[in-house]
């Protein structure tokens, strides 16, 4: 049984469209992130949600967008799509304040290719 | 603002021998937390250890050991008896004590050798 679940796997589309990537945990964790790795592996953060709440935007641009109908569920939506968007985006849950016992716990990650 | 610096962008280490990824950070918190995480070349991110800054003792999980030096800010991953499945990239991170932010270093490639 999965923990946290991303989709889609893999994900081929064209500039200019608009595409979503699902999130969803079921470790009962309050708190949510998508974070962003590169061709070159860096990780940067994007969004932390706790209990449905944005809590961290690290300035990403605008055409993303973070929504969260639940505290098990966050979903990444992106505008307007750019080839820089290539990446590989992951989904991530903790225990808020259990963070550092079992780190985070990441999904799969979603490929995104925009050509 | 927090900061992580690995320096080492690839490691290579001959099976059943012990290696050290070096890891050493900034920040101006006084509590924070220190992960190390796996990326094999499959991708997931897996989770091996953490050492919060106020813990006196290094932390073991297994075959790993994070060697945390506060006064140096380093907190260097240790693998003893590696494996040939250890080869991965392998990031180094700290956070702040509420969870909301995990900052990540650029990453070690260790490789494994037969």
């Known amino acids: 049984d999965t923990a946290v679940s991303q989709t889609p796997k893999y994900l081929v589309t064209q500039m200019g469209n608009d595409k979503s990537i699902k999130c969803e945990q079921n470790l009962g964790h309050d708190t949510m992130y998508w974070y962003k790795q590169d061709s070159k592996k860096f990780l940067k953060i994007m969004f932390s949600?706790?209990?449905?709440?944005?809590?961290i935007n690290e300035t990403v641009p605008n055409r993303f967008s973070p929504k969260s109908p639940d505290k098990a569920h966050l979903n990444l939506h992106i505008n307007s799509l750019e080839l820089g968007d290539s990446a590989v985006y992951f989904c991530a849950s903790s225990q808020e304040v259990q963070a550092g016992n079992s780190g985070y716990t990441f999904g799969s990650g979603t490929r995104l290719t925009v050509v | 603002a927090q900061k992580i610096t690995q320096t080492q962008p690839g490691m290579f280490v001959q099976e059943k021998e012990a290696v050290t990824l070096d890891c050493t950070y900034d920040?101006?918190?006084?509590?924070?937390?220190l992960f190390w995480y796996k990326q094999p070349s499959s991708g997931e991110m897996i989770f091996l250890i953490y050492q919060g800054s106020y813990d006196e003792q290094n932390a073991t999980e297994g075959r790993y050991s994070l060697n945390f030096q506060k006064a140096r800010k380093s907190a260097n991953l240790v693998i003893s008896a590696s494996q040939l499945g250890d080869s991965a990239m392998y990031f180094c991170a700290i956070g702040n004590t509420g969870g909301f932010k995990t900052i990540f270093g650029a990453g070690t490639r260790l490789f494994v050798k037969a």
């Open positions: 920040t101006s918190d006084q509590s924070y937390g």
């Open positions: 949600y706790n209990n449905k709440e944005l809590i």
